[in-house]
């Protein structure tokens, strides 16, 4: 299957899951539902992978968690927030570069909508 794919479930379970629950519960919440959603649909699923940091010399073995990362390939960073900033998608874009990914998905469950928290976020990938 490939990331293209991978992101179209993601987007299906998410769009779901706001629909059944609305927004305002605790991103754990989400995290939890969503990672065994996408299991259920036969995807491997790891929740709070390590991002090891490697600068000049030094790697810190555990700087970032991502929230979920799908089939080894996608990112998933969850968010349950009244509004996004920009510096979440500054930060899905990091994670990104760091674990050299083509995409990731920034989804957030606190709005009104779920279409106005997902989010597509590229690290040279042309999809």
């Given at each position: 299957?490939?990331?293209?794919?991978?992101?179209?479930?993601?987007?299906?379970?998410?769009?779901?899951?706001?629909?059944?629950?609305?927004?305002?519960?605790?991103?754990?919440?989400?995290?939890?539902?969503?990672?065994?959603?996408?299991?259920?649909?036969?995807?491997?699923?790891?929740?709070?992978?390590?991002?090891?940091?490697?600068?000049?010399?030094?790697?810190?073995?555990?700087?970032?968690r991502a929230d979920l990362l799908v089939e080894r390939l996608l990112l998933v960073e969850l968010k349950?927030?009244?509004?996004?900033?920009?510096?979440?998608?500054?930060?899905?874009?990091?994670?990104?570069?760091?674990?050299?990914?083509?995409?990731?998905?920034?989804?957030?469950?606190?709005?009104?909508?779920?279409?106005?928290?997902?989010?597509?976020?590229?690290?040279?990938h042309r999809g």
């Open positions: 299957m490939d990331i293209e794919e991978l992101a179209a479930i993601v987007i299906d379970c998410g769009f779901l899951l706001h629909k059944k629950l609305g927004p305002g519960l605790l991103e754990s919440v989400y995290e939890a539902i969503m990672a065994d959603q996408l299991a259920r649909r036969g995807l491997l699923v790891q929740r709070q992978v390590p991002i090891p940091i490697r600068y000049d010399g030094i790697e810190l073995a555990e700087g970032f349950s927030v009244e509004r996004l900033s920009p510096l979440h998608g500054k930060q899905v874009l990091t994670y990104l570069r760091l674990l050299d990914r083509p995409l990731g998905l920034l989804i957030d469950f606190g709005g009104e909508t779920f279409k106005e928290g997902a989010k597509r976020i590229v690290n040279n």
